[in-house]
């Protein structure tokens, strides 16, 4: 939770970077989605042609067959075996052929799917942290962005002021509402102070005679205010912990994720800078789609190395990439996913509040910043298509 409250600090000096990663994002998938179609079309292309070839060789096979079943001559039967034979080692090269073309799409939409996370992850870690409705969340919150509590509470202080010598429940609220921290917010309407500073309004409200009506409105009415914030916010920030799951998750996936990374591009003998400056960092579009060729075509060689050098353990070492990185996509789209959860929740809290006397049109009008936010969100990580396609990113033979 340090690190969020850390990263929503500091969320004014990256709202700028956030809406370029934001745009970018979006032009990331047409990059990745045109370049896996290049892999697709290209596996299509070469899987026609060896479709071909294995029906003529199989067309082949029956005319031999017809022949051996009607030829009585033993050296024509076994110039037609041996022919036999010749066909079934060609169609088993043709099958094999087609098993190292589908192993080296597949960890070429791998490799092009690991390394386009680089630039999906980070915006997704600054999301929360970054967006107009989390910030009028807090304002919201906030007692001091009340007008009618601000009028109450402006008496309120000065009779702490005048009592809390008198009074020990007074000078525990004087310290408290002076203490660094609590200046801004006016009071704290959670947590440990939270019943204290009730009770001193309390005796407060009660010491107002029933002659001083507007005073004593006045009083009521900031009272009133704080305690149904008090439950607003006890809401809300049980919603906000479950962040606190998210943002581990997102931390583990990162950990998962450099490791994976670091992995693969050792094995294509590609270091990590070069992925940083030639794609990560890289704002032109044609340039990361260079870039992204030329790893489509490094994954298509380390495969075909990988059968000549090791042909008994080649598929094993490919199968284990594909694998990882197909986690690592179920893992991110499962992330999406409770995000959208996590904001559908926001949604629920504001219907509960919005149409409350005390705080009610401040709580409605977050209601159209969360359509937005849940819009951009929808439109930019599509949570509900993410760990759908994960499962369906490599071909079957």
């Given at each position: 939770m340090k690190q969020f409250c850390f990263t929503l600090l500091l969320s004014f000096l990256i709202v700028n970077v956030f809406a370029g990663e934001n745009d970018s994002l979006l032009g990331e998938k047409n990059v990745r989605e045109r370049?896996?179609?290049?892999?697709?079309?290209?596996?299509?292309?070469?899987?026609?042609?060896?479709?071909?070839?294995?029906?003529?060789?199989?067309?082949?096979?029956?005319?031999?067959?017809?022949?051996?079943?009607?030829?009585?001559?033993p050296k024509e039967r076994i110039d037609r075996l041996v022919e036999r034979v010749q066909i079934l080692e060609e169609k088993q090269k043709a099958v094999e052929q087609n098993e190292i073309n589908v192993y080296e799409a597949n960890y070429q939409s791998a490799m092009i799917n690991l390394v386009s996370m680089d630039r999906e992850i980070k915006p997704l870690i600054l999301f929360h942290a970054t967006k107009d409705f989390f910030t009028s969340l807090t304002e919201t919150s906030n007692p001091m962005s009340y007008e009618e509590f601000r009028k109450g509470f402006d008496q309120y202080r000065a009779y702490v002021d005048k009592t809390k010598d008198k009074s020990a429940t007074q000078k525990a609220a004087s310290e408290v509402i002076g203490a660094s921290g609590y200046v801004s917010a006016g009071v704290p309407i959670v947590g440990a102070y939270s019943q204290l500073i009730f009770s001193s309004m309390a005796e407060y409200v009660n010491s107002i005679g029933h002659k001083r009506r507007e005073r004593k409105a006045e009083a009521q009415k900031m009272f009133s205010i704080t305690a149904t914030l008090s439950q607003f916010t006890t809401e809300r920030n049980q919603i906000e912990n479950e962040w606190e799951g998210i943002t581990q998750s997102l931390e583990e996936m990162q950990v998962y994720y450099d490791t994976v990374m670091n992995r693969n591009m050792r094995m294509l003998q590609c270091g990590k800078n070069e992925v940083c400056t030639e794609f990560t960092r890289e704002n032109d579009a044609s340039r990361r789609y260079q870039y992204l060729t030329a790893l489509r075509d490094r994954s298509a060689e380390y495969v075909l190395k990988m059968k000549k050098d090791h042909p008994k353990e080649w598929k094993e070492d490919i199968y284990y990439q594909l694998m990882d990185v197909q986690t690592l996509k179920i893992k991110y789209g499962d992330i999406t996913y409770h995000i959208v959860h996590h904001i559908n929740k926001y949604a629920a809290l504001i219907t509960k509040f919005k149409g409350n006397k005390d705080i009610g049109p401040n709580v409605a009008r977050l209601e159209t910043k969360l359509s937005q936010l849940k819009a951009t969100f929808d439109d930019t990580f599509e949570p509900f298509q993410y760990a759908h396609s994960a499962t369906q990113m490599y071909k079957v033979m």
């Open positions: 370049i896996l179609k290049d892999i697709q079309q290209n596996l299509d292309e070469k899987n026609k042609v060896l479709d071909s070839t294995i029906l003529k060789l199989d067309s082949k096979v029956g005319k031999l067959d017809s022949v051996l079943k009607l030829t009585g001559n």
